[in-house]
């Protein structure tokens, strides 16, 4: 549950990061620093959610139903 909103949260933060660069784009150079912000805070989303996933993976996280199913041992 709490992996889901988390996930949502960085796609919307992905999402405002795109918007803030396309504003800048247009002239709108205050907007820059927010796309640097929102951009920052996708990738640390991004990386936090592969080593989540990893680490469930390698320590054999059967409660959730996508290592259980992905897992061969």
């Known amino acids: 549950m709490i992996g889901k909103i988390l996930i949502y949260?960085?796609?919307?933060?992905?999402?405002?990061?795109?918007a803030s660069y396309f504003l800048t784009h247009l002239g709108k150079e205050k907007f820059l620093k927010f796309g640097r912000l929102f951009y920052h805070m996708t990738a640390i989303g991004i990386l936090s959610a592969a080593a989540f996933l990893m680490y469930s993976i390698l320590t054999h996280q059967y409660q959730f139903a996508y290592i259980w199913e992905q897992s061969s041992s």
């Open 9 to 18: 949260t960085f796609f919307a933060t992905a999402l405002l990061s795109s």
